[in-house]
T-cell receptor, first 112, second 112 residues
Framework: IAGITQAPTSQILAAGRRMTLRCTQD?????MYWYRQDLGLGLRLIHY???????GKGEVPDGYSVSRANTDDFPLTLASAVPSQTSVYFC???????????FGPGTRLTVL | GQQLNQSPQSMFIQEGEDVSMNCTSS?????WLWYKQDPGEGPVLLIA?????ELTSNGRLTAQFGITRKDSFLNISASIPSDVGIYFC????????????FGAGTQVVVTP
């Protein structure tokens, strides 16, 4: 089934640990995105990639890094997790940067 | 931060009633998207709008791209229990290729 997969589904992490959230899409979309969703704050863009080999900063990039080595994968890394990074993380993709985005099922991350 | 004002914040309606929600902004948008999110899942695209004045339907859902390009509304006719969820508007600003702005969401509760 075409779409976006994210892993893990959920994770509890000790503060200070490194964590990589995985995202893979099989729609051959050029653009990919990472959002975090927090109660009362809605969806906020962390990082994005318009095409393989390029990345850009979104609204809340601090503490996160991304890479886009190929079209299908867009991992998000927390180098040293802090409790404020407790959130639900969604990966999304779109064919172009100006059209509809399709979302993955999310990763629920808790940093203690 | 969020540049979209979405209202109402929540709605409690009886099965069979129609639902209406809207998003407004002081900025001009190139696209308007409407998503639905069920608990524990990612947002699912309902309707995409690309032209000012455009009126698009998807089953019992109807959405319109405001003529001023600063607003959009979503109507749900004859609501059913599975319409329960959070509905988000989103849009691309004219100078923000790839960066969607999201509304805070409208929580819809349908009672039998």
């Amino acid at each position: 089934i075409a779409g976006i997969t994210q892993a893990p589904t959920s994770q509890i992490l000790a503060a200070g640990r490194r964590m990589t959230l995985r995202c893979t899409q099989d729609m051959r979309h050029n653009a990919m995105y990472w959002y975090r969703q927090d109660l009362g704050l809605g969806l906020r863009l962390i990082h994005y990639s318009n095409t393989a080999g390029t990345t850009g900063k979104g609204e809340v990039p601090d503490g996160y890094s991304v890479s886009r080595a190929n079209t299908d994968d867009f991992p998000l890394t927390l180098a040293s997790a802090v409790p404020s990074q407790t959130s639900v993380y969604f990966c999304a993709s779109s064919d172009r940067g100006d059209n509809e985005q399709f979302f993955g099922p999310g990763t629920r991350l808790t940093v203690l | 931060g969020q540049q979209l004002n979405q209202s109402p914040q929540s709605m409690f309606i009886q099965e069979g009633e129609d639902v209406s929600m809207n998003c407004t902004s002081s900025s001009i948008f190139n696209t308007w998207l409407w998503y639905k999110q069920d608990p524990g899942e990612g947002p699912v695209l309902l309707i995409a709008l690309y032209k000012a004045g455009e009126l698009t339907s998807n089953g019992r859902l109807t959405a319109q791209f405001g003529i001023t390009r600063k607003d959009s509304f979503l109507n749900i006719s004859a609501s059913i229990p599975s319409d329960v969820g959070i509905y988000f508007c989103a849009g691309h600003l004219t100078d923000s290729w790839g960066k969607l702005q999201f509304g805070a969401g409208t929580q819809v509760v349908v009672t039998p």
